[in-house]
């Protein structure tokens, strides 16, 4: 799958979703860095990428309908950093295929992974 990271995502997840044979492109590596939420997903939905993100706004089902879009994968976190963002992403892919949350809105914290299917 076509994976997107955002900025707020750290870099280190290219690794382990590499490892999952999924092609990762980060929003720093394109030079989208401090771009508005609306470019970043032009550039997802362009190039056909789920997106990972940690930006609640990603989250409106009412701007972003499932079965519209590649899919989005929020992640909410109570406590910051690049441990609890890991140990979440890891309990993800722990429990689903990134490839069944194609045209989802995932959002993930520490206590469950609600799925909105198209």
């Known amino acids: 799958m ?5 900025e707020n995502i750290p870099a280190g997840l290219v690794g382990i979703l590499s490892r999952y044979r999924h092609d990762v492109v980060t929003v720093p590596q394109q030079g989208l860095a401090g771009q508005s939420d609306a470019v970043i997903w032009e550039a997802a939905q362009r190039e056909s990428q789920l997106l990972i993100t940690m930006d609640l706004d990603f989250a409106d089902i009412r701007r972003f309908p499932p079965g519209t879009h590649e899919g989005i994968l929020v992640l909410r976190l109570s406590r910051q950093g690049r441990r609890a963002i890991r140990a979440l992403f890891q309990a993800v892919l722990a429990q689903h295929s990134l490839d069944s949350f194609k045209g989802c809105i995932v959002i993930a914290d520490e206590r469950r992974i609600r799925v909105r299917k198209p």
Request: hydrophobic share 40%; proline share 0%; net charge positive.
């Open 2 to 6: 076509k994976v997107k990271l955002d």
